[in-house]
């Protein structure tokens, strides 16, 4: 580290919005979102529509909590008004366009404005910033460039930090390692997944992953665990910090967290208004600590406002720490569409990785293979993970049986471990696929 930025990471100059009070953000919240409601209605006619059929109009949200009155938007939505139908300004007015991969269906597009852009890098400065990045600090961005956003979206927030970046994108990992090695960066931007590809393949080469440059990695845009993080922060000798996002709302950067408590990502709340319901019941609006499915509405997004929006994230609403008037949400257990139904047991991958990262002899790289055996009418299981280097076969069987009995005590279901040899799985490129359904559709 040089003096300089050694000097910058003990006097990082905040926003105003991330020291204000409870109350005063709450007030902010409160008008921006009685002028966002209003914009959405006059500009969107699918928010108007929504709106006049559920009864209700802008001039109904007098406090914070008439939020809960209004329609919820979705996914579906998107795909409905595919591609511009919900942009709320003119197309000359949009600066910028991205969209998801739409592996199932069409894509959703989402779209920007000047303004927007603006406050994207801002937000995602500021999460970089209270991941421990500092202005002159080289970054490293190996989030996927494109019309996913995670690339374009942390590149911007670097920059607007103050950053060197250096925009290598996802994939290609030999000549990351290579880069990292000569350009000696302190800070890389990766999905938890990508980063571990990135150590293994530097293993692979003989380098030590714990000997480069690099001091910091803002990780997100898939379910990770604190024992992950361990793993991480322990092999590459960083610190591992959090940054939360989805494109439909902004794209990185809605929530980030704080290197000196690691303990949630804050949501950045004078720009999103997030509230926790019963995904099963969305009627019901839960309490703060209670989990159930992430909803955000932005409070000042112009080219495309967001009432409501159902993520299908779960996890719960804590309370503000590093940054006490923003509230932070806990780790993100799984996406509702991503649960496993096991014989009426429900399953996340993340809980698979919780429980297999206690066990020393296992490795981080799994997949779960779900299967109907011909003839019989229950799901099967079987988790299939690499054992690590210089594990024995009766140390791999012994670990095999550890992971079942722990998945049977921690989760309830009975499944088949396969312990299989080092660098047999796939390995990630960015957001990694851990579940293969092998079952018979339909
Ligand atoms: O993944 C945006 C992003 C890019 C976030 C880079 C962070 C870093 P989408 O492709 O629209 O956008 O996917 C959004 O990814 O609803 C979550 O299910 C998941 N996700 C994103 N960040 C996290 C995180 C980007 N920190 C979807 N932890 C979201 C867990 C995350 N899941």
């Not at 490293?140 to 607007?160: I, K, S």
Request: hydrophobic fraction near 35%.
């Amino acid at each position: 580290m040089t003096q300089e930025t050694a000097a910058a990471t003990t006097d990082a100059v905040l926003d105003r919005e991330e020291t204000i009070s409870r109350d005063e953000l709450e007030a902010l919240q409160l008008s921006r979102l009685q002028h966002t409601v209003a914009y959405a209605y006059d500009r969107v006619p699918l928010y108007k529509r929504k709106f006049d059929e559920a009864g209700v109009h802008p001039t109904d949200l007098r406090e914070l909590s008439d939020l809960g009155k209004f329609p919820f938007t979705t996914k579906e939505d998107l795909r409905l008004e595919y591609p511009f139908g919900m942009f709320a300004v003119p197309q000359n007015e949009v600066a910028r366009i991205h969209a998801s991969s739409g592996t199932t269906g069409r894509a959703t597009v989402v779209g920007y404005t000047k303004k927007d852009l603006a406050d994207w890098a801002k937000l995602v400065a500021r999460s970089l910033r209270a991941s421990g990045v500092r202005p002159g600090m080289k970054v490293h961005n190996a989030y996927g460039y494109g019309l996913f956003t995670g690339g374009m979206g942390a590149h911007a927030g670097a920059e607007a930090l103050g950053c060197t970046v250096i925009p290598i994108s996802g994939g290609q990992t030999e000549r990351q390692i290579t880069l990292i090695q000569d350009f000696k960066p302190d800070a890389i931007l990766a999905t938890p997944t990508y980063l571990l590809t990135i150590a293994d393949a530097m293993m692979k080469q003989g380098i030590d992953p714990a000997s480069t440059s690099l001091k910091y990695a803002v990780l997100g845009a898939e379910p990770w665990t604190e024992e992950m993080r361990h793993e991480l922060e322990t092999t590459m000798n960083i610190k591992a910090c959090d940054i939360y996002g989805l494109s439909e709302v902004m794209g990185p950067g809605v929530a980030g967290e704080a290197v000196e408590t690691q303990d949630g990502s804050h949501i950045w709340e004078d720009h999103f208004r997030p509230e926790i319901i019963d995904a099963f019941d969305p009627t019901v609006v839960l309490a703060d600590g209670e989990p159930g499915e992430l909803v955000f509405t932005s409070l000042t997004k112009e080219a495309l406002p967001i009432i409501r929006y159902r993520t299908k994230d779960l996890t719960r609403l804590l309370p503000g720490t590093a940054r006490p008037a923003h509230r932070r949400m806990g780790r993100i257990t799984g996406r509702s569409d991503d649960m496993i139904i096991l014989r009426g047991v429900n399953l996340f991958p993340s809980q698979i990785e919780e429980i297999a990262l206690r066990i020393p002899e296992l490795s981080p790289h799994f997949q779960l293979e779900l299967t109907r055996p011909e003839g019989q009418r229950m799901d099967q299981l079987t988790v299939r993970i690499e054992r690590r280097g210089a594990v024995t076969a009766e140390g791999s069987a012994a670990a095999a049986k550890v992971l079942q009995q722990q998945i049977k005590i921690h989760v309830g279901s009975s499944c088949t471990v396969d312990v299989v040899e080092p660098g047999s799985l796939e390995r990630s490129n960015g957001k990694l696929r851990r579940i293969y359904d092998m079952r018979p559709k339909g």
